[in-house]
């Protein structure tokens, strides 16, 4: 059984990030989503019960993905899910070097490989720091994520 996790902070999960987990799944036997802390990143939107019951939501149609939420270093995660890679989306080269940085760290502390996966183009533009702000000022973004995150992401910004 080939597992691989695809950590993230997923805040929200987009249409780019359900790209990848498709595209993954069809490659390895099952997909463990994670749901993760981004230290660098500043508090979420959205908290993670709600990121892993949206994730949970937009990857149901997928017979071999789950989601997890942890706290801790995504090679932990990994082992404890029995993940043999890791595989991250690369929207465009702006995210190769802390994709490539990440990945040898990674790699040195655990020997687990990361897998980096171009997204399509026609995702390229998509980041959920942007879907934020454009959804706070207003901005219609239901057509870049899954339907149950458009939902809640105008439940969350109504609130
Ligand atoms: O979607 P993001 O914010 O780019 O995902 C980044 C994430 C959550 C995968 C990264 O911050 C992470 O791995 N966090 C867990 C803590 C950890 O393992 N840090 C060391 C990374 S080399």
Redesign the pocket.
């Known amino acids: 059984m080939r597992i691989a996790l695809i ?4 805040d929200p999960f987009h249409n780019g990030h359900l790209e990848v987990v498709e595209r993954a799944a069809r490659l390895f036997d099952e997909i463990v989503v994670g749901v ?6 500043s508090a979420p939107l959205f908290s993670a019960e709600e990121r892993q019951a949206m994730i949970d939501e937009a990857v149901a149609h997928l017979g071999n993905v789950r989601t997890v939420a942890a706290t ?4 932990e995660v990994a082992r404890r899910e029995g993940a043999e890679a890791i595989v991250k989306g690369l929207r465009a080269v702006a995210d190769f070097e802390s994709e490539l940085q ?1 990945a040898q ?2 790699k040195n502390l655990s020997g687990i490989d990361t897998l980096l996966m171009p997204t399509g183009p026609a995702y390229s533009f998509i980041a ?1 720091r942007l879907l934020r702000e454009v959804a706070r000022l207003g901005g219609d973004v239901s057509d870049l994520v899954p339907s149950p995150v458009a939902a809640r992401l105008k439940k969350k910004l109504s609130q």
Do not use: A, I, R
């Not at 993760?36 to 990143?41: A, E, I, Q, T, Y």
């Open positions: 950590p993230g902070s997923f993760l802390p981004n230290p660098s990143k801790g270093l995504t090679v990440m760290m990674n959920s």
